[in-house]
């Protein structure tokens, strides 16, 4: 199978992947709301191919002509949001994200300060 046949093959299995199925999920029906959940698709993938030469003398079972090709790749897949429809009114909610992760690390600081006074506390206590 030539290199490109290969590549053909694996980049039409994974755009049978990224279809607006994957990305926009099946509604659900919370009470009179209804949720579609979405999703960060990534996708990468790359290929390569070599070829060989003919021996300088023929009757070597050496140095013969080859060839070689391969393809790799990746799917992520991450939840992102949600979209909400009740009443006519629809509305986006984020999930995750860099804010997210950063707004949750400054919320720990405040129990990671306390965590610390307290060890320094007892330590102190042990000292005595």
Do not use: H, W
């Not at 590549?7 to 919370?30: H, M, N, P």
């Not at 790359?46 to 140095?63: A, F, I, L």
């Amino acid at each position: 199978m030539l290199v490109e046949e290969i590549f053909d093959k694996f980049s039409t299995d994974l755009r049978s992947y990224a279809d607006s199925d994957t990305v926009f999920g099946e509604a659900i029906d919370l009470g009179d709301a209804k949720v579609v959940p979405i999703c960060k698709l990534s996708v990468g993938y790359g290929g390569g191919g070599g070829e060989g030469q003919e021996p300088v003398d023929k009757n070597k079972n050496s140095g013969g002509s080859g060839s070689g090709g391969g393809v790799g790749g990746g799917l992520s897949i991450e939840p992102i949001g949600i979209i909400v429809s009740k009443d006519g009114d629809v509305s986006v909610a984020t999930i995750g994200g860099k804010e997210s992760k950063l707004k949750s690390l400054i919320d720990m600081i405040p129990e990671t300060i306390e965590k610390i006074s307290e060890s320094r506390t007892s330590q102190e206590d042990k000292e005595e």
